[in-house]
């Protein structure tokens, strides 16, 4: 298992990642991506100019509870701005979103991960500068947020989460969001050394 995010000489950080947990990452990003371009936010336009100038996104919270969760409603107690507001952003933080994701993909093959992982000996180092740490930052959030939607996670339920058999599947999914978890700590300290 990876001991976390580094700093790298002469900046950015580095990591060293198992071939199987920088599949899973690539894996989660790649999920990650597919919810946010399954569900259009925005009508596709033809015109490239014509797309930066229209304003015709949602108007509505997201049905999928995921989403929903990524995309929070700005003003909930007055349901004309809130729609507003989500028609003049959601499209926008969608697209930004989804490129970090596919980001991480990017760079996790770059540093040498195989479309297809065969074989358990292969670690790959993925060396990242400020830019791309920080979106590895947003990335993981994202991540971590849909995990913890679909597992249902609330704050003070540590104990439930403790308590749960080792052949429950919900405890390897926690697992991953834990290690997502530490990912993100470790890339945190390594930045700000």
Same mark, same amino acid.
């Given at each position: 298992? =990876?001991?976390?995010?580094? *700093? ?8 060293? +990642? ?24 925005? *009508? ?6 014509? $797309? ?5 996104? &949602? =108007?509505?919270?997201? !049905?999928? &509870?995921?989403?929903?969760? +990524?995309? &929070? ?5 007055? !349901? ?21 994701? $596919? +980001? ?7 540093? %040498?991960? *195989? *479309?297809?992982? =065969? ?26 947020? $849909?995990?913890? =939607? ?5 704050? %003070? ?14 405890? /390897? ?9 530490? +990912?993100?700590?470790?890339?945190? /300290? $390594?930045?700000?050394?």
């Amino acid at each position: 298992m =990876t001991s976390g995010f580094e *700093p790298a000489r002469g900046g950015g950080v580095v990591i060293s +990642l198992s071939g199987f947990e920088a599949d899973l990452l690539r894996s989660l990003a790649s999920q990650l991506v597919e919810l946010l371009r399954n569900e259009v936010a925005t *009508p596709g336009a033809v015109d490239p100019f014509e $797309a930066m100038l229209d304003f015709s996104g &949602p =108007t509505t919270a997201p !049905e999928d &509870p995921v989403l929903a969760r +990524l995309f &929070p409603t700005a003003y909930p107690d007055d !349901e004309e701005a809130a729609g507003e507001f989500r028609r003049f952003t959601e499209g926008g933080l969608r697209d930004t979103k989804a490129r970090t994701a $596919a +980001l991480m993909i990017d760079q996790l093959e770059e540093a %040498g991960l *195989p *479309p297809v992982l =065969t074989g358990d000996d292969l670690w790959v180092d993925v060396e990242l500068d400020e830019a791309s740490a920080q979106a590895w930052l947003r990335g993981l959030t994202d991540v971590r947020l $849909a995990l913890a =939607t679909r597992l249902g996670i609330e704050e %003070g339920d540590e104990d439930f989460w403790a308590a749960l058999p080792d052949d429950d599947p919900r405890t /390897h999914v926690h697992d991953i969001y834990e290690w997502a978890g530490f +990912l993100q700590e470790t890339l945190v /300290h $390594a930045l700000w050394r």
